[in-house]
């Protein structure tokens, strides 16, 4: 997901993160010692753009939580900070698998950095959320924004990079990106959200657009 500008801070070495009383995973702590820790072991890659037949099919589930999904993880860090996203899924930089990082703000301004894999999104009852349509945009739909309505709460099942089951919630902001970037794993884009309308309106967007990023041409 598109876009937040985070300060630089000394790297430290990735660990599992603890939980709240709830059960929910605090990935508040230290955000920009953590993600710096990842970024700074990576190397970022060109991000897919909608057409890309990876971002329009269901992803693989991670089954093996090895130095090689480690090191993915790693570039996709690397990668989230160079197109200046603040959500970035697997299948963005071309693989296909069920994995998500983040580096995300909340609306109060609370900054959060995690990774998630094999992520599932909890049904809420209607009393737990209300609806937010602010505007929305994508690092594969580049320079596109449009309006969508999504639930102002959210929360995620999964496991992190180790394999270790989490659930991470989020508000505001933060649960827009959960939500966008575990579509992406299940082959949604935000403007397949969209009326056909809106749509051909953030093609149109990204056609007039120059991404400030590398990205994959489609063939």
Same mark, same amino acid.
């Given at each position: 997901?598109?876009?937040?500008?985070?300060?630089?801070?000394? /790297?430290?070495?990735?660990? +599992?993160?603890?939980?709240?009383? =709830?059960?929910? +995973?605090?990935? $508040?702590?230290?955000?920009? =010692?953590?993600?710096?820790?990842?970024?700074?072991?990576?190397?970022?890659? /060109?991000? $897919?753009?909608?057409?890309?037949?990876?971002?329009? #099919?269901? @992803?693989?589930?991670?089954?093996?939580?090895?130095?090689?999904?480690?090191?993915? *993880?790693?570039?996709?860090?690397?990668?989230?900070?160079?197109?200046?996203?603040?959500?970035?899924?697997?299948?963005?930089?071309?693989?296909?698998? #069920? +994995?998500?990082?983040?580096? @995300?703000?909340?609306?109060?301004?609370?900054?959060?950095?995690?990774?998630? @894999?094999?992520?599932?999104?909890?049904?809420?009852?209607?009393?737990?959320?209300?609806?937010?349509?602010?505007?929305?945009?994508?690092?594969?739909?580049?320079?596109?924004?449009?309006?969508?309505?999504?639930?102002?709460?959210?929360? *995620?099942?999964?496991?992190?990079? #180790?394999?270790?089951?989490?659930?991470?919630?989020?508000?505001?902001?933060?649960?827009? @990106?959960?939500?966008?970037? $575990?579509?992406?794993?299940?082959?949604?884009?935000?403007?397949?959200?969209?009326? #056909?309308?809106?749509?051909?309106?953030?093609?149109?967007?990204?056609?007039?657009?120059? /991404?400030?990023?590398? $990205? +994959?041409?489609?063939?």
């Amino acid at each position: 997901m598109a876009q937040q500008d985070t300060e630089q801070q000394a /790297p430290v070495s990735s660990a +599992v993160l603890p939980v709240d009383d =709830e059960g929910f +995973v605090i990935d $508040t702590e230290n955000p920009g =010692e953590r993600e710096a820790a990842y970024r700074e072991r990576g190397t970022s890659r /060109p991000v $897919t753009v909608v057409g890309n037949p990876v971002l329009h #099919k269901e @992803c693989k589930d991670v089954t093996a939580f090895d130095d090689e999904l480690a090191k993915l *993880v790693d570039d996709m860090f690397a990668s989230q900070r160079a197109a200046e996203g603040v959500g970035l899924a697997a299948n963005q930089i071309g693989v296909d698998l #069920k +994995v998500f990082v983040y580096d @995300c703000p909340d609306d109060d301004g609370v900054r959060h950095v995690g990774v998630v @894999c094999n992520p599932v999104l909890q049904d809420l009852p209607a009393d737990q959320r209300s609806l937010d349509d602010s505007n929305e945009g994508c690092l594969s739909v580049p320079t596109a924004y449009a309006s969508l309505a999504r639930p102002d709460y959210a929360v *995620v099942k999964g496991q992190d990079e #180790k394999g270790n089951p989490i659930t991470v919630r989020g508000t505001g902001y933060f649960a827009r @990106c959960l939500q966008h970037e $575990t579509d992406h794993l299940y082959g949604y884009l935000y403007i397949d959200r969209l009326s #056909k309308r809106e749509r051909k309106d953030a093609l149109r967007q990204m056609e007039e657009g120059t /991404p400030r990023y590398e $990205t +994959v041409p489609n063939a």
